[in-house]
């Protein structure tokens, strides 16, 4: 028996080898293979779809305003003001969809002029008589307008110097002083 129990201690110690050999196998195996794992990566692209706005069409409309005043220059006025002439001009920004929206507005001016016969000035003569003349432009309180709503706009025309030659001075008697105005407004 003694040879009996000797054989199955050995069996026993023989499992609890193999056992043991598999557990250190499969433990090693594992550390091996867990060594050779990397982090993988992937993307995915989202899609969104933008809409479009509609553009607004929009129109700046400005009460215009004719004065006759026959002006004369600075230095020769008999009552204040006869050098000056002074126009107040609504300007109303508007279109469909765009009320309330906020814009810059600008004004820009060029003087053209045209002589008693009626005729058109041209070159160094309109140069030299636009010389004579200043011209401010005034918003009301600042450049800002606001669609839907009215801005007025103050022109100001001073005939600040007299013609400094006769040939000058015959051009300008009578003649017509246009000032053309732009008005553009940016959308904020």
């Known amino acids: 028996m003694d040879k009996e129990k000797i054989k199955m201690k050995s069996r026993k110690l023989g499992i609890a080898l193999l056992l043991m050999l598999a557990l250190v196998v499969t433990s090693g195996t594992f550390a091996y293979w867990a060594s050779s794992v990397t982090g993988n990566a992937d ?62 507005i600008v004004v820009t001016h060029a003087l053209s002029f045209t002589d008693s016969t009626p005729a058109a000035v041209t070159g160094t003569d309109l140069t030299a008589i636009t010389a004579l003349f200043s011209v401010t432009i005034t918003p009301d309180t600042d450049n800002v307008i606001v669609a839907g709503t009215s801005k007025d706009v103050v022109v100001q025309v001073v005939f600040m110097t007299e013609p400094g030659t006769l040939a000058l001075y015959n051009l300008v008697q009578s003649g017509v002083l246009s000032v053309d105005l732009t008005f553009t407004v940016t959308a904020d």
């Open 43 to 104: 993307t995915a692209s989202a899609t969104v779809t933008i809409g479009t706005g509609n553009a607004v069409t929009t129109t700046v409309v400005v009460a215009g305003s004719d004065d006759t005043s026959a002006l004369v220059p600075t230095n020769y006025i008999v009552t204040a003001g006869d050098d000056t002439v002074s126009f107040t001009m609504p300007v109303n920004w508007s279109g469909t969809g765009a009320t309330g929206a906020t814009g810059t």
